[in-house]
């Protein structure tokens, strides 16, 4: 928590943000704690899912298997929506999974559509006239 935090305030300075945290009253943060003379505080902040669930038809999902929207070809849905359930941890390791393979998608679809012509020189010996 406390590189999490560095990474945090270096962040905030690029950003010319400030952090207005307020761990008080103690009892509203059980997860307080001290360290090294700091002050650091967690909560759970919940799995959110489900909200447009992949599957293999658009009678009863909105994303197909590479979060592409069944109504909309061009449009991709991606992230924890895709989830039809969560368990007891953080889903960010699959959703990161997910994203990565629909971006693939994304590319080989953004790639067949405009894939590059191949240009002839029409100097060159036997190039067509």
Known sequence: MAAARAVSEQVFELLGA???????????????????GRTYGYRGA????????????????????WQRCWDHPGL??????????????NPTLTMAALALRSAERVEADLTARDRPSTLLDPTAPGAPA
């Open 18 to 36: 400030e952090d207005h945290t307020d761990y008080a009253p103690p009892a509203a943060w059980p997860g307080r704690f001290e360290h090294r």
């Open 46 to 65: 919940g799995h959110a899912a489900g909200t447009h669930i992949m599957g293999d038809s658009p009678a009863t999902s909105v994303v197909d298997a």
């Open 76 to 89: 991709y849905a991606v992230g924890c929506g895709s989830m039809p359930s969560v368990a007891t941890s």
